[in-house]
Structures are given as structure tokens and as C-alpha cells.
């Protein structure tokens, strides 16, 4: 019988003995990792009450917001797999206020402020919350500010003049949207003269409600615009004494939000290995008021 020295090799590679020179080492498999995607939302809701100052490098809001944290995430993996996030609000290190209230439905708890363990099961759908907070602060750089301005003219000061200029703020991530501006006119001036000036936005008067609207579908960042309206005075009010019109303005974001709070997410740990991919999207509604 002769030999083949194919059955040398084949003895070799079951026995760990060693290959002849020159032959090549099957390299072992390398442990592949799964990829888990991870989309994170954070929603705030949010009523605010902006001083009344001359500068707006000046002003103030205070400001009640109520935010969510939510997450949506995949796997082609066959099992759920967990992974670690942690909340911050930097503007507020130090208030117990800032504090999150995490959904233990979803999350083992480490600490509030620290990385916490998010585990959703395969079989949840869409998004889920993950964290609420509630904040009642005093704040600079908002959004988005109001400037309002009265001033009378005529013979007798019979003419009232009002502008409204609405700035947005230069550090926005992207732009304000949905804009609706309601002016009252107190019952101290005639409704019957007043006229609407021209702007961005058509302005409506509501004759029974005595509002004017303006609506504007977006403002980019760090853009102003100014609205205005002209109306004769009643002869009951006092020559020295200025007709009084609070201001409300709604809008919206996708792309940004009123605090600071900052989501970051990062893979559990060396026993759950992941491809992590993370994208945040932010959003707020506002309320914001100007007294008069």
C-alpha cells in the first residue's frame, strides 16, 4: 500500500501535532458582537413667565417644565440586550429638584444621577419611557424672548401705538416652529379703531375676544421679527397713564430643548458586548408669557 501524505495532516490537526513547515495555522473564529440600536427622546413640556425688562441681555423667565425621557431600541440579537444610560442636567449639579425619577419597569437603579442598567424586552414595541423630571427654576437664555413697547402720540395722546418684537436664541440647536402670538387689548383703548400692522404673518383681530393672533411657521436661530398695532385711546383713561397688553406666545422644537439635560449611553458591560448605535432627537412645546 502506499503512503498519502494527506493522512499525515489529517492526523496532525486531530492530534495538535505539529504541521509540517511552511503550513498555515487556521486562525480561530473570532466572537462576533451584535448591533443594538438605541433611539432616545427627550420631550419637555413647558409654562414660563418672562420678566419685564428693557434689555433682553437682561431677562429672566420663570419657568415650570415637565420633561420624559423615552427609548426605542432593536436587536437582531435573539434576546433582548441591556445596556447603561445615564441623566444630567449640568445647569442644576446640586439642586435635589433635578433629581430623575427613573421607570424601575425598565431600569435596575444604581443612582439617580449615575449609569443605570436599561433592559427592554424583545417582545416592547416603539418607545418606552424610561425617566420624568420636573423642574420649577429661574432661567436665562430661553428659546426664544419678547419685547414689548406702548407709546402714545397726537394732540391729546389719543393715538396708541404697540410693537412686539420676538427674538430667538443665537445658541439654538435649529429653529422655532409654530409660532402663535396673542396680544389682549385691554378694554382702555377702542377696539372698533384698531389696525393691524403690516409683518411676517398675517395678525387677526378677534373682535369679541379683543385679541390680535399672529402666526409665523418658523424662526431660525438667532433671527427677530416685530409685530405692531395702532388704536385710538379711551377718553377715560388718564393723559399720564399707558394702555396695559399682556402677551402670550406658543411654539415648538424638534431640535431642541428649554434645560440642559444631557442622555448619555454606552455599552453594559465586557459580558455584553454591542455595535452601539445611539441618536438623540430633543423637543419642547412652550407657553411663554409677557405681562404687561
Not at 502506499?2 to 487556521?26: E, N
Not at 427677530?224 to 385710538?232: D, E, N, T
Amino acid at each position: 500500500m502506499t503512503h498519502d501524505p494527506f493522512d499525515d495532516l489529517v492526523f496532525r490537526h486531530k492530534t495538535g501535532a505539529p504541521t509540517a513547515p511552511g503550513t498555515k495555522k487556521r486562525a480561530p473564529p473570532q466572537k462576533r458582537t451584535s448591533r443594538l440600536n438605541v433611539k432616545l427622546f427627550i420631550h419637555e413640556e413647558v409654562a414660563s413667565t418672562q420678566d419685564k425688562k428693557n434689555s433682553l441681555n437682561e431677562v429672566a423667565s420663570h419657568v415650570l417644565l415637565d420633561g420624559i425621557v423615552e427609548a426605542s431600541v432593536s436587536t437582531y440579537h435573539p434576546q433582548n440586550i441591556p445596556f447603561s444610560l445615564r441623566i444630567q442636567d449640568p445647569d442644576y449639579p446640586d439642586d435635589p429638584q433635578a433629581k430623575f425619577q427613573w421607570n424601575l419597569d425598565y431600569v435596575t437603579l444604581y443612582g439617580t444621577s449615575e449609569f443605570n442598567t436599561v433592559s427592554v424586552p424583545k417582545d416592547v414595541k416603539g418607545k418606552v419611557k424610561v425617566a420624568s423630571y420636573h423642574r420649577s427654576v429661574t432661567k436665562k437664555l430661553m428659546p426664544v424672548l419678547m419685547q414689548s413697547k406702548v407709546s402714545r402720540s397726537g394732540n391729546h395722546l389719543e393715538h396708541c401705538k404697540v410693537a412686539v418684537q420676538i427674538r430667538t436664541n443665537l445658541n439654538n440647536v435649529g429653529s422655532i416652529r409654530n409660532v402663535t402670538l396673542v396680544m389682549a387689548v385691554p378694554p382702555t383703548v377702542i377696539g372698533s379703531t384698531l389696525s393691524i400692522d403690516s409683518g411676517p404673518g398675517a395678525g387677526e383681530y378677534d373682535d369679541l375676544k379683543r385679541t390680535i393672533r399672529w402666526q409665523v411657521e418658523e424662526l431660525q436661530q438667532g433671527s427677530s421679527i416685530v409685530f405692531g398695532a395702532q388704536v385710538l385711546v379711551a377718553s377715560t383713561l388718564l393723559v399720564d397713564e399707558m394702555p396695559k397688553f399682556p402677551i402670550m406666545l406658543r411654539c415648538n422644537s424638534v431640535e431642541d430643548t428649554v434645560s440642559s439635560a444631557i442622555v448619555d449611553c454606552q455599552q453594559l458591560d465586557e459580558n455584553h458586548p454591542v455595535t452601539l448605535s445611539v441618536t438623540t432627537q430633543r423637543s419642547f412645546q412652550l407657553l411663554h408669557r409677557l405681562p404687561p
